[in-house]
């Protein structure tokens, strides 16, 4: 098994330009998140989608963010206009099926530099 | 909302003492799971406690679920400097089956 796939692995971009992150979940899984990482606000949860269909999206920080489950295999998440306030680590993680006992496998993470 | 908050921020420890991290929660949990995290890596899942006063051991790691469902903790006795990394506690509401609130984790160091 391949485990969660994401890309790029490290993104350096400047402001005002669009990023986009890339996540493939592990095959036959249901769910799958998106994270952030940062030192001060450490690991926050961003959007989750079920069955390809946005959940909760209420840890989305503001417009400039969204995300996208086209279908069961691939994941983006787009940042435009990036600002420097928005550099971290992106870790995307996906799990079987939404229940109360799901583990969460998590990918390697994006690590965003915005200048 | 819901909150989980996680102590300390950081150990630093001597290779051989033991470490303890403890994690509470605003609001009863459905469960709470444990990840490791190492120096630039990602979070790997550890274990889950579901019942009321689980205790569950993995080699030197015992968790515990507190009886109420609000609280949990991490003993590793006898540290090794592979056990290096941040260990983080995440929660379930008994309300929301998909979201996992994590804590603020626990970097630790060991000395050798």
């Known amino acids: 098994d391949a485990g969660v796939i994401q890309s790029p692995r490290h993104e350096v971009t400047e402001m005002g330009q669009e990023v986009t992150l890339r996540c493939k979940p592990i095959?036959?899984?249901?769910?799958l998140f998106w994270y952030r990482q940062t030192m001060m606000r450490g690991l926050e949860l961003l959007i989750y989608?079920?069955?390809?269909?946005?959940?909760?999206d209420s840890g989305m920080p503001e417009d400039r963010f969204s995300a996208k489950m086209p279908n069961a295999s691939f994941s983006t998440l787009k940042i435009q206009p990036s600002e420097p306030r928005d550099s971290a680590v992106y870790f995307c993680?996906?799990?079987?099926?939404?229940?109360?006992?799901?583990?969460?496998?998590f990918g390697p993470g994006t690590r965003l530099t915005v200048l | 909302g819901q909150q989980v908050m996680q102590i300390p921020q950081y150990q630093h420890v001597q290779e051989g003492e033991d470490f303890t991290t403890y994690c509470n929660s605003s609001?009863?949990?459905?469960?709470i799971q444990w990840y490791k995290q190492r120096p630039g890596g990602h979070p790997v899942f550890l274990i889950q406690?579901?019942?009321?006063?689980e205790v569950k051991k993995q080699k030197r790691l015992t968790f515990q679920f507190g009886e109420a469902k609000k609280n949990s903790s991490l003993h590793i006795t006898a540290t090794q400097t592979t056990d290096v990394g941040t260990y983080f506690c995440?929660?379930?509401?008994?309300?929301?089956?998909?979201?996992?609130?994590f804590g603020q984790g626990t970097t630790l160091q060991v000395k050798p």
């Open positions: 993680a996906s799990s079987p099926f939404v229940t109360s006992t799901d583990t969460q496998y």
């Open positions: 095959s036959g899984h249901n769910s």
């Open positions: 989608f079920n069955n390809n269909v946005p959940i909760d």
């Open positions: 609001t009863t949990l459905s469960n």
């Open positions: 406690l579901v019942k009321s006063g």
């Open positions: 995440a929660g379930r509401g008994s309300s929301n089956t998909g979201k996992l609130i």
